[in-house]
């Protein structure tokens, strides 16, 4: 296998299933699969279209409590997504040992801004959140016996285009990656 330069944007077709691959793997591994309606590698824009149930900013019945749990736990998901897609495609597509450091201080830059936009969260709070979420997902792509899976899930990915939440989930239990 020729050795690739990682870059934010997609190199080709199967570099950009990798990048979609990982964030429905990420997904399911936290259990927000009810937040998806469907991925797609043809998407003019996302690749990823969520659910109302994502969409949910709250209503005067919901405390805002509720509601600012509900949108952290969005920023969690967006941010395992942004990692587990740039680890699919570093680690297990091109066998690197990790994220190129550049990409990964760029990815962890952009996720800080979007935890102070969104969320109005101090640094102490989102780098909390950034290790969690990095260490979590690198269990997941750092383990060898998961490749193949990912592979044949990147390949499901390219010749199916579209899938919605139920049809992941069924991938993936068949590969047993969940």
Known sequence: MSKEILTLSYLNEDD????????????????????????SLDADGPMV????????????????KATWDNLLHNYYITSA?????????????????????????????????EGRDTCSLEDD?????????NS????????????????EFARTLSRRRNLSGMEILDELRLLQII
């Open 16 to 39: 950009k299933a990798y990048g979609l691959a990982g964030m429905a793997i990420s997904l399911a591994a936290l259990d927000a699969m009810d937040r998806v309606a469907a991925v």
């Open 49 to 64: 279209s969520f659910s109302h149930e994502y969409f949910f900013s709250g209503s005067p019945s919901i405390s805002p």
């Open 81 to 113: 997504m942004v990692l587990s897609n740039v680890m699919a495609r570093s680690i297990v597509r091109l066998q690197s040992d990790d994220i190129p450091a550049e990409i990964f201080k760029t990815i962890r830059d952009e996720i800080a801004e």
């Open 125 to 133: 709070e989102i780098e909390t959140i950034f290790n969690k979420t």
């Open 136 to 151: 979590y997902m690198r269990r997941i792509f750092r383990n060898p016996r998961l490749h193949p899976a990912i592979d």
